[in-house]
């Protein structure tokens, strides 16, 4: 279990991305650009998609319709052509690799040496550094209920990682305590007809430390409920990191949200005298969320089950 403190991010905090982007059905809820081989030559051509996230070098070549998703890294002069495709955490290298056809190398393989991959070939694991590799077998479509499954799998392993309570200190500048936070977080998948639609019980806890003793600030419960089907692929990125008054160092995970989806939210408080209050801000915009951790390898590893949850959330409603 790793702990955490989340902020969602309103519209007065709009997650900006590109004027220019372009998207790929190849790669699924990704921004990205339309990849130019050759640019400093006299002879540039047009090539294939490139995820924003994804690391190149400007001497590889790219096929037209071929794509390079993820946080997959393409350099040193490798070549992707037909309509294959780079994705995940893989890793291409080197300038006697091809990789052709309708070929996959995505999760955590790496390709490099004089490693030829074509046809219908799909790797997510390995290390390919030589000879040629091929399967003229295509894989069927999954199914429906395939595709659901994986989604159940995806979004359950990523509740069980980032559930969980989060408490820490902020100081004033003369090194007396100021505040005291402790966050909550409790992520339920909230349909049986759709594991990616999510409810999120975020419950804060304060105390303000003034004058030698406590003041309660109210206790606040926030109820949202959104899908994940809605958010981008391609954001879940850690931020850099800050200090807060006491010299923690923190971290920052920043998942953005497709543009003008309003989420269902709920605000209670109960003051310390027995009066509550309630309010609806449904009708708010909110372009993401921003998980903050003291460790930045936990938040390493929530950005890959947060973005392999949302691609599965993806699949899964595209079919």
């Not at 003793?213 to 958010?231: C, G, S, V």
Request: charged content about 20%; glycine content about 8%.
């Amino acid at each position: 279990m790793i702990t955490y403190l989340l902020t969602f991010v309103t519209s007065f905090f709009i997650f900006m991305s590109s004027a220019w982007a372009v998207t790929s059905s190849q790669c699924p809820g990704e921004e990205g650009y339309t990849y130019t081989n050759s640019r400093n030559s006299n002879s540039p051509s047009t090539g294939g998609f490139i995820s924003y996230d994804a690391d190149i070098t400007d001497d590889i070549w790219l096929g037209r319709n071929a794509a390079i998703c993820g946080f997959s890294s393409v350099t040193d002069g490798a070549r992707v052509t037909g309509r294959a495709v780079i994705c995940g955490d893989a890793l291409v290298h080197g300038n006697k690799v091809r990789i052709t056809g309708h070929s996959r190398v995505c999760g955590n393989a790496e390709v490099t040496g004089t490693a030829v991959l074509s046809g219908y070939i799909s790797i997510t694991s390995g290390f390919y550094s030589a000879g040629k590799h091929s399967n003229t077998y295509k894989e069927p479509q999954k199914t429906k209920g395939q595709l659901r499954s994986e989604a159940q799998a995806a979004v359950g392993h990523m509740i069980n990682m980032i559930n969980g309570d989060f408490s820490y200190y902020t100081f004033t500048t003369s090194g007396e305590k100021r505040m005291y936070f402790n966050k909550g977080l409790d992520f339920q998948q909230d349909s049986l007809s759709d594991p990616c639609r999510i409810k999120l019980k975020e419950v804060t806890t304060k105390e303000s430390y003034m004058d030698m003793t406590y003041a309660r600030i109210p206790y606040q419960r926030h109820i949202m409920r959104f899908n994940l089907k809605d958010f981008h692929t391609h954001t879940p990125k850690l931020h850099r990191s800050y200090k807060t008054f006491s010299g923690e160092q923190m971290s920052k995970l920043f998942i953005g949200r497709n543009k003008g989806i309003k989420t269902e939210s709920l605000i209670k408080k109960r003051y310390h005298n027995g009066t509550k209050t309630s309010t609806d801000y449904s009708n708010t915009v909110r372009y993401g969320f921003t998980l903050i951790s003291r460790e930045n390898s936990s938040l390493e590893a929530s950005r890959r089950v947060i973005s392999e949850s949302i691609k599965a959330c993806v699949a899964y409603h595209r079919y």
